[in-house]
C-alpha cells in the first residue's frame, strides 16, 4: 500500500514538473511577441500599476501605464523569471543629460530605464582616460560622465568601459529628444 501511495505521488510530481515546462515555455514564447501569457494565474496589486502573472515555477512582472485593464501591449516594462525574481520601474522619474551645451531631460520611462542599466550594470575600475567628456548625465544624484573617445564612462575617480552598440542607444535617445 505504501509502495502505491509512493508512485502515486512520484508520477504526480512528475507530471506537475513536466507540466511547469510545457507551460514555461509556451508562455515565455507568447511574453517575448508581445502576448499576455496564458497558463497563469493574474494577480493585479493594490495600486493598480503592477500585474504580476504566477505560473508553474516561473513569474511575470508587468507594469502598466494607466490600468491593468488596458490591452498588455501598453506595458511599461515586462519581466519573466523565477518565483523569487524581483523587479521594480527604474527609481529615477527624470534624467539630466548635458550634451553639447544643451542640457537635456529624459522623462521617458523606458530610456531612463535603458539608460540606468547602463550606468548601474558596467563594472568600474580605478583607471581613467585622458579623453574628454562627451556627455554629463545625473542619475539619482550621482553624476556620470561619458567619453566618447575612450568609450568609457567615469562615475568619481572609476571608469568602465561602454560598448559602441550602448553609446550609439543613449546618442539616439538624446536625439530623440533634441528634436
Not at 2 to 19: D, E, N, Q, W, Y
Not at 52 to 59: E, F, M, R, V
Amino acid at each position: 500500500m505504501k509502495k502505491k501511495i509512493g508512485i502515486g505521488i512520484a508520477i504526480f510530481l512528475i507530471l506537475l514538473i513536466i507540466g511547469g515546462i510545457i507551460t514555461n515555455y509556451a508562455d515565455s514564447g507568447r511574453v517575448s511577441t508581445g502576448q499576455e501569457p496564458k497558463y497563469c494565474i493574474k494577480v493585479i496589486s493594490s495600486y493598480g500599476s503592477k500585474v504580476t502573472y504566477w505560473g508553474l515555477g516561473y513569474k511575470v512582472i508587468r507594469y502598466v501605464g494607466v490600468s491593468p485593464n488596458e490591452p498588455y501591449e501598453n506595458n511599461i516594462g515586462v519581466k519573466m523569471g523565477s518565483w523569487f525574481m524581483d523587479y521594480e520601474l527604474p527609481k529615477s522619474n527624470t534624467i539630466e543629460i548635458e550634451y553639447e551645451g544643451q542640457i537635456i531631460t529624459i522623462t521617458d520611462i523606458k530610456d531612463i530605464g535603458i539608460i540606468e542599466n547602463i550606468l548601474s550594470n558596467s563594472k568600474y575600475n580605478g583607471e581613467i582616460c585622458d579623453g574628454i567628456n562627451t556627455h554629463k548625465i545625473v542619475l539619482n544624484n550621482e553624476i556620470y560622465y561619458i567619453k566618447e573617445s575612450c568609450k568609457e564612462i567615469q562615475k568619481g575617480d572609476k571608469q568602465a568601459t561602454i560598448s559602441v552598440e550602448d553609446l550609439e542607444l543613449i546618442n539616439n535617445i538624446i536625439l530623440k529628444y533634441m528634436n
